[in-house]
């Protein structure tokens, strides 16, 4: 009886042993499923940037060169980032028809897996800009009035006002902005395609961006309103400065016409 009584378990012994089971059990999940999904996002990642380079191949490198770092027909890719890729990409941009003073806007040729594709794999040429998230671009809670004083005075001298866009020197132009994706205006001022000028977080914060693009919105939307009666498009002093010359100076000429007729009538009689 001694030796059975000796032998009859603690009643804590199964809820020790239970509680070791679980430590056990969840010190093997932390150890094993985040490095499980890690790989999975490298492996993802890696097969991007493998189908990305098959595409570049195709469509990029006779200008770009087979490893992106540029061609006497086409600039270094190096360090633009993925955000580049996706704005030239997906404006139908590049590829490029022929050589220009500027590549204008045409229909998209890829889909959107292949320019994230593309754009995984310039990005791995390099850091670069990356593609903003929806977040970032989206005008929702946005300063409106403060997005039109910066647009004023970083953008309109190029873009006109109201975004109409406007022409440049030696064949170029600034193209307009109404109805360009909020992501596409916002990766344009982080990477400054073509004529032009970058603005990083340093010079534009991402809320100053949000507010521009909620700005561009605002005045080229569809409920817009223009208290100031015909606009002549919005195309600023160009137009309406030409069409106030054009039938107030011809206004002019005949109320002259008419007051020297009406003077030589007068004389006559």
């Known amino acids: 009886m001694k030796k059975l009584s000796a032998r009859r378990r603690h009643p804590l012994a199964a809820l020790v042993v239970l509680l070791f089971a679980l430590a056990v059990t969840g010190g093997l999940y ?25 595409l570049f191949a195709v469509g990029c490198a006779s200008c770009h060169g087979t490893g992106g770092q540029g061609t006497s027909d086409g600039p270094s890719l190096v360090g633009v980032g993925a955000a580049a890729v996706d704005f030239q990409v997906g404006t139908g941009r590049m590829p490029a028809q022929q050589p220009g003073a500027q590549v204008p806007r045409k229909k998209n040729i890829y889909t959107n897996a292949q320019i994230d594709q593309l754009a995984a794999y310039v990005a791995s040429l390099g850091p670069g800009p990356s ?3 929806k ?14 004083e910066l647009f004023r005075t970083n953008c309109a ?17 600034a193209p307009t902005l109404e109805g360009v994706d909020p992501k596409h205006i916002y ?11 970058s603005f990083g977080d340093g010079s534009l914060s ?6 521009i693009i909620a700005y561009l919105g605002a005045v080229n939307g569809d409920d817009s309103e223009s208290p100031g ?5 919005g195309l600023g002093p ?32």
Not at 206 to 211: L, M, P, R, S, T
Not at 229 to 233: A, P, S
């Open 229 to 233: 009666g015909l606009d002549l498009g």
């Open 157 to 173: 001298q190029c873009h006109n006002f109201t975004g109409k866009g406007g022409a440049l020197t030696d064949g170029k132009f």
């Open 131 to 133: 593609v903003p998230s």
């Open 238 to 269: 160009v137009s309406e400065g030409l069409f106030g010359y054009i039938f107030g100076l011809g206004a002019l000429i005949a109320v002259a016409i008419w007051v020297a007729a009406r003077t030589t009538k007068a004389k006559k009689s």
């Open 135 to 148: 977040e970032q671009y989206s005008p929702e809670g946005a300063n409106i009035g403060k997005g039109g």
């Open 206 to 211: 991402k809320e100053n961006k949000k507010d």
């Open 30 to 54: 932390a150890a094993f499923a985040p490095a499980d999904k890690a790989q999975a996002d490298d492996t993802a990642q890696s097969l991007a940037v493998k189908e990305g380079k098959k």
């Open 187 to 197: 990766e344009a001022m982080e990477t400054g395609p073509q004529n032009m000028p």
